[in-house]
C-alpha cells in the first residue's frame, strides 16, 4: 500500500497526517525537538508507523509522497539566529533598509520607536553605476567597488549576501555582472540577487526580500541537508516536497533557489484545509497550537495573500496567505505583573520543558495547566493516553498565580483560561472588525490541538452562530498540506495604462513568465493535464502611491485589444471593493504583471471517498467529569462523548466534553454539534 503523507512542525508537537489508498486519513503526533528538528521528524514517522501496526523502515519505504510544512526560517527570523548578512547597494542609496517606508500606524499609537535596519548599516556597502526607470545604462558598474566591497564584507565575516541595484527589475545586467563577479571570487557565499527573488518596483520591498532570503539560505540549506540525510537514512525513495508561503507545496530544489517563500509557510496550510473543508463563502480560521494562535480569513471562499506581512519590524517583501500569529497557545505561559494584573503569553514553555504538567522540568503555570485543573483536559487521555499528565504539578503552578491574585484555585485557572480566549479574540478581531467584516457573519473553523478547548467562549464572546470542529483539527495545517497543490508564481515589471496600453510588451512579458510556471511544474513533474494558470496586475489611478493587486482571464496568457476594457473596469470594481470610490475618469496605470502556476495532485480530493459511518441511535457518554462552568460558578458534572464512536447525524448537545486521540471539545450550554459525513463536528449556537 502507498501512502501520502504530510508532516507539519509546530512549537510544542510535530503532527504527521497518513493517508492510504482508500482515502482514510490517521493522525499522529510526537513532540517537537527544537535545534534537531528532523530528529523529532523521523520520531513521528515511527509513531505512524507503530500506530499502523508497521515497521518503520516498510512504512517510510511505501511513502510515496511527503509533504512537510515547518516554522524553521520563521523561528530563525523571530530570534535572530540568522547568517550574518551583507547588502550591496547604488552609491548613494546606502540606507534604504535604514529609512525603509513610512509606517501604517494605527489612530492611537503617537509613539514609536525607530526600529535597527534588518541589516546593520555597517554591513551594507555601495557600488558605482546606475540604471534608469526604462533600462537605459547611465553610468557604467564600477567593478572595482565590487571588488573593494568583497574584500570588506570577508574582513568582517559576512556569511551570505543580498545584492540590491536600482531598476534591476528592468534591466537586470549590473545585478548579473555583481553576481558572476562574486561568484568567481567567492564561490561558497549564498547570494540573492534581488531581481530574481522578488522582481517588483518598490525599492525597499524588493531588497528587503533579498536581504531576508540571504540570511536564511545556510539555515535553510543545513536543515533540508539533515532532514534528506535523515529520510534517506530510514529508507525514504518517494518524492519530498516543501510548504511555501502562498499556501502551496514546491520541489526541494525550487525552496532552496528561494528560501524566503518557506517563510510562515506552516500556518499558511491553516486556511487551505479550511477552503476544502467548509464551501462557506467568508470563514474565519483559527489554529491554536503549543506556542502561538494562528488567524487567517477567506473572502468569497477565496484565499486572502497580502503583500504587508511583517517580520518582526521588516516587511517580509513578498505576498504571502494573510496569517496573523498572537502569542496564545496551550505553552503559553500565566505571569502576574507588578501591578497585580494577569497575563497570559506571549512567552511560551514550548516543547522543552513544556507546561508544568508535561513533569519535564517545567514550573511555570500555562494555559494547559489550567485546562488541567478546570477538567477541561484529562490527565490520564492527554493524545489518547500516550502522555500522562500530572495535575498535581498543575495545581501547583496555578496555585501560584492563585495565591498572588488572591483567589481560588479555579478561580485562577478559569482567569487564565479566558484571559487566552480574549487574546484570541484579539487577534480575530484584528482580522475581521479592523477590515470592516462583522465575525458574525462568517464561520468559524477550528484548527490546532487547543482550539476546541476554547472555541465555545470564543463564539459567545464574538457572537459567532456556527462553527466547525474539524476531525483533523490537531494537524489542520497538516491536512492543508496533504490536499494543497503545488503552486509557484513569478512577477514582471511592465508599465503602462489605459490610453496607450503597450500590449506588444505585456503580452511579451506574460509569455515569458507563463514559460518559467512551465518550467516549474515540468520540474516538478506535473502532468500537463493538471497544470493551469492564473494572471493578475498591479494598478493603480494616475498619481496614486500605491496599487492594488487585480486577477483576470488571459487565453494562453494573451491580453487582446478587446480585452483592455474587461481589464479597466475590474480595476474599478476592486477600488471600489476595497476604498468604497471609483473614479471611471482617472488613467489607470498597470505596473506590475503576475502569474501562477498551480499544479493539482491527484490525491487531493481522496480525502472524500472516505465516510463515517451512519448512527441512527442516540449519542451516549462513554463516561462523566466535573468540569468548571463559569456560570454556574463552580465544578458541574457533565458527560463526556467518545468521538470516535459518534457516527454520522450524531448529534450532542452542551454543557458537555468531546474527547478523540487529539482534542478535547468543550460544548457550552446552548451550543449543539452534529457529526458530518466526513467525521466533522458541526456547532450551532442557539
Known amino acids: ?23 482514510e486519513i490517521r493522525i499522529f503526533k510526537a513532540p517537537t525537538t527544537p535545534g534537531a528538528f528532523h530528529l523529532g521528524f523521523i520520531d513521528v514517522l515511527h509513531v505512524a508507523a ?6 518503520p523502515r516498510d512504512f517510510i519505504a511505501a511513502i510515496e509522497t511527503l509533504v512537510h510544512g515547518s516554522t524553521v526560517s520563521t523561528n530563525a527570523l523571530v530570534e535572530g ?14 540606507d534604504i533598509l535604514v529609512l525603509r517606508e513610512g509606517p501604517r500606524k494605527r489612530g492611537f499609537e503617537w509613539r514609536l520607536d525607530y526600529p535597527d535596519p534588518f541589516v546593520p548599516r555597517a554591513l551594507t556597502r555601495t557600488v558605482g553605476g546606475r540604471i534608469d526607470a526604462r533600462g537605459r545604462e547611465l553610468v557604467p558598474l564600477a567593478e572595482a567597488d565590487v571588488h573593494a566591497a568583497i574584500a570588506h564584507l570577508r574582513a568582517l565575516n559576512v556569511e551570505a549576501l543580498a545584492v540590491g541595484l536600482l531598476w534591476s527589475v528592468v534591466n537586470p ?20 540577487l534581488s531581481h530574481e527573488v522578488n522582481p517588483i518596483p518598490r525599492e525597499y520591498r524588493r531588497i528587503i526580500a533579498a536581504a531576508i532570503d540571504a540570511s536564511i539560505s545556510p539555515t535553510i540549506r543545513r536543515y533540508i541537508a539533515a532532514l534528506q540525510e535523515a529520510l534517506d537514512g530510514a529508507g525514504f525513495t518517494g518524492e519530498l516536497l516543501l510548504a511555501n508561503c502562498l499556501g502551496g507545496m514546491m520541489p526541494v530544489a525550487e525552496m532552496l533557489g528561494k528560501p524566503i517563500y518557506s517563510v510562515m509557510s506552516g500556518p499558511t496550510l491553516a486556511p487551505m484545509a479550511a477552503l476544502a473543508l467548509s464551501d462557506e463563502s467568508d470563514i474565519i480560521v483559527g489554529d491554536m497550537g503549543g506556542t502561538t494562535f494562528d488567524v487567517s480569513a477567506l473572502r468569497d471562499h477565496q484565499i486572502i495573500v497580502t503583500p504587508e506581512s511583517m517580520i518582526n519590524k521588516d516587511l517580509l517583501g513578498i505576498p504571502k496567505v494573510d496569517v496573523r500569529s498572537v502569542g496564545a497557545g496551550g505553552g ?23 507546561p508544568a504538567c508535561y513533569g519535564a522540568g517545567g514550573t511555570e503555570p500555562t494555559v494547559t495547566d489550567a485546562n488541567v485543573v478546570l477538567g477541561i483536559i484529562d490527565p490520564d487521555y492527554f493524545l489518547a493516553g500516550r502522555i500522562t499528565l500530572n495535575r498535581a504539578l498543575a495545581e501547583q503552578a496555578v496555585g501560584r498565580v492563585a495565591e498572588r ?9 478559569y482567569a487564565i483560561h479566558t484571559t487566552s480566549n480574549h487574546n484570541m479574540v484579539a487577534a480575530i478581531e484584528e482580522i475581521t472588525v479592523r477590515e470592516g467584516i462583522n465575525p458574525r457573519d462568517s464561520y468559524f473553523v477550528c484548527g490546532g490541538g487547543g482550539t476546541a478547548c476554547h472555541v465555545a467562549e470564543m463564539a459567545d464572546i464574538l457572537g459567532l452562530r456556527r462553527y466547525m470542529v474539524p476531525r483533523f483539527m490537531a494537524g489542520l495545517s497538516a491536512f492543508g498540506g496533504l490536499i494543497s497543490d ?8 511592465c508599465q503602462t495604462n489605459d490610453r496607450d496600453f503597450d500590449f506588444a510588451a505585456v503580452n511579451a512579458l506574460l509569455a515569458r513568465l507563463r514559460q518559467e510556471g512551465e518550467a516549474f511544474l515540468e520540474a516538478a513533474r506535473v502532468e500537463p493535464s493538471l497544470r493551469s494558470y492564473v494572471y493578475s496586475f498591479q494598478g493603480r489611478y494616475e498619481y496614486q502611491s500605491w496599487e492594488i493587486e487585480v486577477g483576470f482571464d488571459a487565453a494562453d496568457g494573451i491580453v487582446t485589444p478587446a480585452q483592455l476594457p474587461e481589464l479597466v473596469e475590474a480595476f474599478h470594481r476592486m477600488h471600489e471593493r476595497i476604498y468604497a470610490i471609483r473614479s471611471d475618469r482617472d488613467v489607470v496605470e498597470f505596473t506590475t504583471w503576475k502569474v501562477r502556476a498551480n499544479g493539482a495532485r491527484r490525491s487531493g480530493d481522496a480525502w472524500k471517498r472516505f465516510e463515517i459511518a451512519r448512527q441512527d441511535s442516540m449519542a451516549k457518554p462513554k463516561s462523566e467529569r466535573p468540569l468548571f462552568i463559569q456560570e454556574a460558578g463552580g465544578l458541574q458534572t457533565v458527560p463526556v ?24 471539545a468543550v460544548l457550552k450550554r446552548q451550543h449543539t454539534a452534529r457529526m458530518d459525513r466526513f467525521g466533522n463536528l458541526l456547532v450551532e449556537v442557539a
Open 1 to 23: 500500500m502507498a501512502f501520502q503523507i504530510c508532516i507539519d512542525i509546530g512549537g510544542t508537537f510535530t503532527d504527521c497526517l497518513v493517508a492510504d489508498e482508500s482515502g
Open 50 to 55: 507503530a500506530g499502523l501496526g508497521l515497521e
Open 81 to 94: 539566529k540568522v547568517a550574518r548578512t551583507g547588502v550591496l547597494l547604488n552609491e548613494g542609496h546606502q
Open 173 to 192: 545586467s549590473h545585478e548579473l555582472r555583481v553576481g558572476e563577479i562574486l561568484k568567481r571570487e567567492w564561490p561558497e557565499l549564498p547570494v540573492t
Open 332 to 354: 503559553s505561559i500565566a505571569f502576574v505583573d507588578d501591578g497585580g494584573l494577569l497575563h497570559v503569553g506571549p512567552r511560551s514553555a514550548g516543547a522543552r520543558p513544556g
Open 405 to 413: 491574585l488572591g483567589i481560588g484555585l479555579l478561580d485562577a485557572a
Open 486 to 493: 503545488i503552486r509557484w508564481e513569478r512577477n514582471g515589471v
Open 641 to 664: 462523548y467518545d468521538g470516535a464512536k459518534l457516527g454520522r447525524d450524531a448529534a450532542v448537545h452542551g454543557p458537555c466534553l468531546i474527547e478523540t486521540e487529539t482534542f478535547t
